[in-house]
């Protein structure tokens, strides 16, 4: 591999934005975040599927002061990464996160950095956003 080619591929969270890193930024997200989608979920409520060794991503609008909470992780049944849609309510205590349609089992949370197939999915999801030029975001194929 080139070095030219390997300057295009991010190698963490925070080196997917490489324009206006002013106005948007990628990264996992604070104990302050999680806070604020704290709550409590059902323990009944019909879950979608589980998420082992998961991370909680955010997109910071850094212009608009507002945030999209993500969480990757794999998927317990298929062992292949799965993301939600933003979260509404985290209850850790429980374990469970609901997003607009769906709740998430969450099993035990990721150590160290995220994969590179999870940085690839923000980057082409950044791109289906239609945000991916704008942030000078490297394009990927799924």
Known sequence: MTDDLRQQIPSSLSDIIRRRR?????????AEELAVVDGLIDADAAVVATLDGWWAVVLRDLVEDRYLLLLYGENSETGKLRRTSGVQTLDLDQMLARTQDAVYAL???????????MI??????????????????PQVWE
């Open 22 to 30: 002013d106005e948007l930024e990628v990264g996992l997200a604070t």
């Open 107 to 117: 099993g035990k949370p990721a150590d160290g950095n995220p994969p590179f197939e």
């Open 120 to 137: 690839f999915d923000i980057c082409a999801e950044l791109h289906r956003r239609g945000l991916g030029e704008r942030y000078g975001v």
